[in-house]
Every structure is written in structure tokens, then in C-alpha cells.
Nanobody, 127 residues
Framework: QVQLVESGGRLVQAGGSLRLSCAAS????????MCWFRQAPGKERAFVGG????????NYADSVKGRFTISRDNAKNTVYLQMNSLKPEDTALYYC????????????????????WGQGTQVTVSS
């Protein structure tokens, strides 16, 4: 099992940047694909971006492509989400998740395939 704790969310103006962090504990982090999802009020949880456990593959939702970058540091057991050019529609609770049963170069967009979840960090973008 992987325990996950997100941080870095806050109120920011449109056009600004934030970096979210997800600190993981557990022996399987380095072989888990990691992903960020988000959930806005009244909406379903949505895929944002993911990274394979090798780090060699990343995948992004069309709505964030070119603005958000996911990365990981296996030595620090941490995955990051760099968010630039933020928009009000990026406002949501952001969750990180771990998929412990994934090949080294793939990442899933399906929330149901993720085994472990954090509690979330709130990002609010004002216009």
C-alpha cells in the first residue's frame, strides 16, 4: 500500500502558477504509476495527468496539455504537478493516486484502476 499526502494548493489569480506535491510512503511508490485527478463542486472526478513508474511516459487531459507538467522524484518518494497559466475552470480539489499494478511505461486515465488515494489539496483560481 502507498500512503499519499498532497500539498501546495491555495488561492491564486488567473494566469498564475502553482506547484502541487504528493508525498508518498510505502515500499511500492517507485514501481507505481502516479496520477493527478481533480474534482470541482458538482462535477465528477476527472483525470488531469499521469506518469509511469519509469518516468518515461506522461499523459495529460486535453484541458491542461501545454499548461501542466507532471514529474516524479523516486528518491524523494514525491510526485509533482506544475500548473502554469491557471484558469478559473482549474478550480477544484486535486488528488494524487497510485496504481501499483502497472507496467513501467504505461499510465491509465481510469480512476478505477488506482489503488491508493490522498485526501486532496484545494486549488482556487480567481478571475
Amino acid at each position: 500500500q502507498v500512503q499519499l499526502v498532497e500539498s501546495g494548493g491555495r488561492l491564486v489569480q488567473a494566469g498564475g502558477s502553482l506547484r502541487l506535491s504528493c508525498a508518498a510512503s510505502g515500499r511500492t511508490f517507485s514501481t507505481s504509476a502516479m496520477c493527478w485527478f481533480r474534482q470541482a463542486p458538482g462535477k465528477e472526478r476527472a483525470f488531469v495527468g499521469g506518469i509511469s513508474w519509469s518516468g518515461g511516459t506522461t499523459n495529460y487531459a486535453d484541458s491542461v496539455k501545454g499548461r501542466f507538467t507532471i514529474s516524479r522524484d523516486n528518491a524523494k518518494n514525491t510526485v509533482y504537478l506544475q500548473m502554469n497559466s491557471l484558469k478559473p475552470e482549474d478550480t477544484a480539489l486535486y488528488y494524487c493516486a497510485a496504481d501499483r499494478d502497472r507496467s513501467p511505461y504505461t499510465v491509465s486515465r481510469n480512476a478505477g484502476e488506482y489503488d491508493d488515494w490522498g485526501q486532496g489539496t484545494q486549488v482556487t483560481v480567481s478571475s
